[in-house]
C-alpha cells in the first residue's frame, strides 16, 4: 500500500512513461509481413505491439537536446493546461536469456521533477515485471509491483493498459475490413495566453494520414466488467502503426487515442517508427491529454554504455 500521495503520484506517473516496453506473449524478433491480407486479426494486433514497443531498435530513447525536450500536457475542460516533461531510455539489446528489456524514464520539469523509474523485464512471461522509484524528496529507491491495467497515468487520459500491460491475449481480436482512414489526428489546441516554453511548438490537428488504407479490427475485452467493452482499432496496412484506437461502454465511445507516428532515415524494417505524438480525450467530460516528441530529441541504436539502466543512474538524478 502506497501511504505518501507523492510516492503514488510518481508511481503512476513514472511507471506509464517509463514501462512502454513491458511485453509478453510477441516475439521481439517477430518477422515483417509485406502482405498484411494474409495475417489474422490477433497476428496483425501482434506487430501493433511491436511497432509500440520498440522492437525493431536495440536501443531508443527520447532525450534532452539543449532546450528541447519531450512534454506531457493535461487539459480539463475550461481550466489551464499542466505541463510535465520527461527523459526516457530504452534498452531492448539483451543476450543472457533472463531478460528482455529495460526502460529508464526521468522526469525533467513540473511535479515530478527529479523523479525516476527503472523497470526491467524478463523473458519468462511469468516473472512479474521490477519497478524501481527514485523518490529525490526522501533519497531513495522503492521497489513496487506491477500497476493495475486501469489506472490512469499521472492525471492524463491513457491508462498502464493503453501504453503498456495489454497484450494481444487480454483482448478478443476480430478483422472488419480494410477502409480509407479518414480521420484528422486530434491535438490539444492552447490559446496564445496558455503557452509555455515548453508548448508554444506544440503541434496542432494533422490530416496527413486521412488516405491511408487501415486494417479495422474489433477487440473485445477478456476482463470481466471492464472500463470499456471493446475497442475499434485503425492499423496502417503497411507500417502497422495504429493511428486511432476509439474505446466504447455500451454501444457508445468513451474515449479515442490517436498516434502520429513517422518514420525513420536509414531503416530497411517499415515498423521501425517513431512517436510523434499522443493524443487522447475523455469524450464524457472533455479531459485531454498530449504527448509531444520532436524529431530531434528522438535517438536510436546508440552507443550507450548498459551501465545507464541502473540504480547508480537512479542516485544521480538532479531535482
Sequence with gaps: MLKNKTVAKAFIALSMLGATTLSAGVNPNLAYTADSSKLSAEEVMSNVYYV????????????????????IVKKSKGKKPLTETVERYLNNDYTDGAVRSKDL????????????????????????Q??????????????FAQPAH??????????????TLRK????KHELMGVETFGHTLGAIVLADGEKTKYTKNLPGP??????????????TTKFGSWWYDYRINYVDTVTYADYRSEYYKDGKMIKFIDKDWAPLAGQTDKRALRWATWYGKNIETGHESMAFIPESV??????????????????KIKR
Design 206 to 219: 494533422k490530416d496527413a494520414y486521412k488516405d491511408r488504407k487501415v486494417i479495422k479490427i474489433k477487440s
Design 298 to 315: 528522438t535517438k536510436y541504436n546508440s552507443d550507450l554504455k548498459p551501465g545507464l539502466w541502473s540504480k547508480k543512474t537512479l542516485t
Design 130 to 143: 521490477e519497478y524501481l522509484l527514485w523518490l529525490p524528496a526522501l533519497r531513495k529507491i522503492r521497489r
Design 52 to 71: 509500440n514497443h520498440f522492437f525493431a531498435f536495440k536501443n531508443y530513447s527520447i532525450e534532452k537536446v539543449k532546450r528541447t525536450i519531450t512534454v
Design 150 to 163: 486501469d489506472d490512469a497515468w499521472g492525471g492524463t487520459d491513457f491508462t498502464f493498459g493503453d501504453v
Design 105 to 128: 524514464a526521468i522526469f525533467r520539469s513540473g511535479k515530478l521533477k527529479g523523479n525516476g523509474m527503472l523497470i526491467t523485464d524478463y523473458v519468462d512471461d511469468a516473472k512479474s
Design 168 to 171: 494481444p491475449m487480454h483482448e
